[in-house]
Every structure is written in structure tokens, then in C-alpha cells.
């Protein structure tokens, strides 16, 4: 069985085209994985606040919805998929560490934007915690892979695989492979009018979740 999903891309984000195989998705994996997706922000805290009053909080939200549905509708819940808030609420970081730790999660992924004082900032990066820890190594392979779907597959500049000591990777990686993902910058033309756009918001769903199909692929 094969899928065409097609979508359009604004100015500087190419058109991209993904072909799924459901059948073989289907004999890669005998066990189920848990993922955790964690939409920063929410509530109160409203992350970058960007071009046209776009906030960060709405879009890595709207994306980790996407996630779940694509999951559902395309994958046929091929992955237990959870996140640390459904809704426009606040949740603390500690929270969202201990819910990936009791749900002994295989992959959590952070989702955030990035903000620049310097409009012309553009690209995606993802982050690994820069503590040595059992997983650390998947990890990178992980943040690897998503970034090379969202920038092969979107045609989101790469800015590369970081490392940093943010909370909630360093209180994740000990448990599981854990990474942030910074989709894009609030504050470039091109990037956060990508979002306003539900179809991308769909498309950068799908490369992500595209990107945590190779890694289980990998058999890492």
C-alpha cells in the first residue's frame, strides 16, 4: 500500500512529497513503542511570541495534535503515542519529566520554536542533553534523524544537532532517548507564516513522525 501526501510550501520552503509504505511499516516493528510528545509552554507562558502575534505555545501544540492524528489515521496506531498537555494549560517541567519517566517512555520529544532578534534567523535545530547518560547515543541518532526529514523532506535550513542542559532533557535521557526539537523561528517572515497554514502544520508533523520511524528502523 502506498501514500502520496502533498503539500504546499511558502516562500523559500520547497514542495515536498512523501511516500509511505504502510505495508512495510507494518513488519518493522512487533512491539508497540511509547512515545511521549511534549508541546512546550501552554497557559500562561506563551514561548516566542512572533511575527502576526503567532505564539509559539499554539503552533507546538497544533503540531503535537497533528502528530497524534497522523499517527491514528495513517500508522493505524502503530505508536502509543502521549503528550503532556492536550490543551492550552501550564505544565511544569518537572511534570513533564515524571510522565515520561512512569510511562517508561521509548523516545520523548520536546517540540518548540525558536525566537531571534534578527529577523533573517531562519532553520531548524534539534537538542540532546549534554550529560553522559545510557542513552545518550540513541538520543543523537535521534535528533539526527528528525532533522534530516525536516530539512530534506520541508526544506527548513539545518542549524544542526546542539547540546545543552535544559530540565527536561537532562531529567529524561537516564530513561529513554530524549530530544528538543526547535521547528523554525516565531520571528522570520517565511518560518512562522509557514505555521498559520493548517496543511504544514500536517506536513511537519508527518516528517517528524517520519523521522522517529527511521530511527526505530535503525534497530538501535
Request: hydrophobic fraction near 40%; charge should be positive.
Amino acid at each position: 500500500m502506498l501514500i502520496t501526501l502533498k503539500f504546499w510550501k511558502g516562500p523559500g520552503l520547497k514542495n515536498v512529497s512523501f511516500w509511505i509504505s504502510l505495508l512495510q511499516f507494518c513488519f518493522v516493528f512487533g512491539q508497540q513503542k511509547t512515545i511521549v510528545i511534549d508541546p512546550g509552554h501552554g497557559g500562561t507562558d506563551s514561548g516566542a511570541v512572533g511575527i502576526n502575534d503567532i505564539l509559539e505555545k499554539d503552533v507546538v501544540l497544533n503540531v503535537a495534535k497533528e502528530i497524534t492524528v497522523l499517527n491514528k489515521t495513517l500508522f493505524d496506531d502503530r505508536f502509543a503515542i502521549y503528550s503532556t498537555r492536550y490543551t492550552d494549560t501550564l505544565i511544569s517541567l518537572k511534570d513533564r519529566g515524571r510522565l515520561a519517566r512512569a510511562l517508561k517512555t521509548d523516545v520523548f520529544v520536546s517540540l518548540h520554536c525558536n525566537y531571534s532578534d534578527n529577523p533573517n534567523a531562519r532553520g531548524v535545530e534539534v537538542y540532546v542533553s549534554n550529560r553522559k547518560a545510557k542513552y545518550s547515543i540513541e538520543a543523537t541518532w535521534l535528533a539526527y534523524n528528525i532533522q534530516a526529514n525536516l530539512n530534506r523532506k520541508l526544506g527548513f535550513e539545518s542549524r544542526g544537532v546542539k547540546f545543552a542542559n535544559f530540565q527536561v532533557l537532562r531529567e529524561t535521557v537516564a530513561h529513554g532517548p530524549t530530544v528538543l526539537v526547535e521547528m523554525g523561528f516565531m520571528t522570520n517572515t517565511d518560518e512562522a507564516g509557514y505555521y498559520l497554514k493548517p496543511k504544514n502544520i500536517r506536513a511537519m508533523a508527518l516528517a517528524i513522525l517520519m523521522g522517529l520511524y527511521n530511527y526505530f528502523n535503525a534497530g538501535l
